[in-house]
C-alpha cells in the first residue's frame, strides 16, 4: 500500500506564492505518474497538473496553466506543485495522487482524470484571501 502524505500548505494574500510537496512511501515512485487535484466542500475534485513517471509529459488545467508548475524529484520520492500569482479561487484542499503502473496503459503519460489514480493524500488546505 502506497501512502501521500501532503505538505506546504496555509493560508496567503492574493498574487503569493505556495509550493506543495508530497512525499510517497512507495518503493517505486518512480513508475507512477502523480497528479495533483483539488476539492471545495460540496463539489467535485478536480486535477490541477499531472506529471508522468519520468517528469516529461506534463499536463495542467486551463484554469492554473502559466501560474502553476508539477515538476518530481524520483529519488526523494517527491512530487511538489508551485504555485504562483494565486487567486482567491485557488482556495481549496489541494489531494496528491498516484497511479499504479500495474494498471494498463503507459506510464510514460499525465493522466488528469480522477479515475486513473489509485492512491490519494489526506489533503493540504490552500486558502488565499484578496
Known amino acids: 500500500q502506497v501512502q501521500l502524505l501532503e505538505s506546504g500548505g496555509g493560508s496567503v494574500q492574493a498574487g503569493d506564492s505556495l509550493r506543495l510537496s508530497c512525499v510517497s512511501s512507495g518503493r517505486t515512485f518512480s513508475t507512477y505518474p502523480m497528479a495533483w487535484f483539488r476539492q471545495a466542500p460540496g463539489k467535485e475534485r478536480e486535477v490541477v497538473a499531472a506529471i508522468s513517471m519520468n517528469g516529461v509529459e506534463t499536463y495542467y488545467a486551463d484554469s492554473v496553466k502559466g501560474r502553476f508548475t508539477i515538476s518530481r524529484d524520483n529519488a526523494k520520492n517527491t512530487v511538489y506543485l508551485q504555485m504562483n500569482s494565486l487567486k482567491p479561487e485557488d482556495t481549496y484542499v489541494y489531494y496528491c495522487?498516484?497511479?499504479?503502473?500495474?494498471?494498463?496503459?503507459?506510464?510514460?503519460?499525465?493522466?488528469?482524470?480522477?479515475?486513473?489514480?489509485?492512491?490519494w493524500g489526506q489533503g493540504t488546505q490552500v486558502t488565499v484571501s484578496s
Open positions: 495522487s498516484a497511479r499504479r503502473s500495474s494498471r494498463y496503459g503507459s506510464s510514460y503519460y499525465a493522466y488528469y482524470r480522477e479515475s486513473d489514480y489509485d492512491y
